[in-house]
């Protein structure tokens, strides 16, 4: 099935640096990644949707200027957090949708600290 | 009224029990339907979708979808440790769009 292979796992980094988190599909073209942002014990909640080649739609409430989200290409999908704050620890997911999947696969998260 | 309504639990059961996990949702535009299973500081898994009205079977798990009452549901038979971990449903409107989430129901499946 559909593969989204999603990079670091875990990352630890001090207040005010920058984060780049990495989702690739591995067997499909992604034409949209969406991604995702989890609290403890909470849902999933969509930060924003990424389509191939085009500019984010970013949620309402979510930082365009913080959260930067590149989609050069099918395969490949960006999030930076950029100047992180302890606010922005969290577990991050991104989920890519092609033609035959829509947003069925989910990457593995990015579990960021920030410190 | 929210999108999509699912009881967070926790629910605990027995090893062996058959367990029943529940979501409505109010737009009737809703056409695909999916369940995915989280385990602890894990992405979702992909474990259901259907797109119909009636039972999906597979393995011991069966979804299964009510558009007229806009009610989906997921049995889980013989229910192991294995299985305990949060459920999400997820429901998509047509076309490439965001999947719309439950709050995710939390199972523990006791030994």
């Known amino acids: 099935g559909a593969v989204v292979s999603q990079h670091p796992s875990w990352v630890i980094c001090k207040s005010g640096t920058s984060v780049k988190i990495e989702c690739r599909s591995l067997?499909?073209?992604?034409?949209?990644m969406f991604w995702y942002r989890q609290f403890p014990k909470q849902s999933l909640m969509l930060m924003a949707t990424s389509n191939e080649g085009s500019k984010a739609t970013y949620e309402q409430g979510v930082e365009k200027d913080k959260f930067l989200i590149n989609h050069a290409s099918l395969t490949l999908s960006t999030l930076t957090v950029t100047s992180a704050h302890p606010e922005d620890s969290s577990f991050y997911i991104c989920s890519g949708s092609g033609a035959a999947n829509y947003g069925y696969t989910f990457g593995s998260g990015t579990r960021l600290t920030v410190v | 009224q929210k999108e999509v309504e699912q009881d967070p639990g926790p629910l605990s059961v027995p090893e062996g029990a058959i367990v029943s996990l529940n979501c409505t949702y109010s737009?009737?535009?809703?056409?695909?339907f999916m369940w995915y299973r989280q385990y602890s500081r894990k992405g979702p898994e992909l474990l259901m979708y259907t797109y119909s009205s009636g039972n999906k079977e597979d393995g011991r798990f069966t979804a299964q979808v009510d558009k007229s009452s806009k009610y989906i549901s997921l049995f889980i038979r013989d229910s192991q440790p294995s299985d305990s971990a949060t459920y999400l449903c997820?429901?998509?409107?047509?076309?490439?769009?965001?999947?719309?989430f439950g709050k995710g129901t939390r199972l523990s499946v006791i030994a």
């Open positions: 997820a429901i998509s409107r047509p076309g490439n769009t965001p999947l719309v």
């Open positions: 067997d499909f073209q992604a034409t949209t």
């Open positions: 737009n009737s535009a809703f056409q695909y």
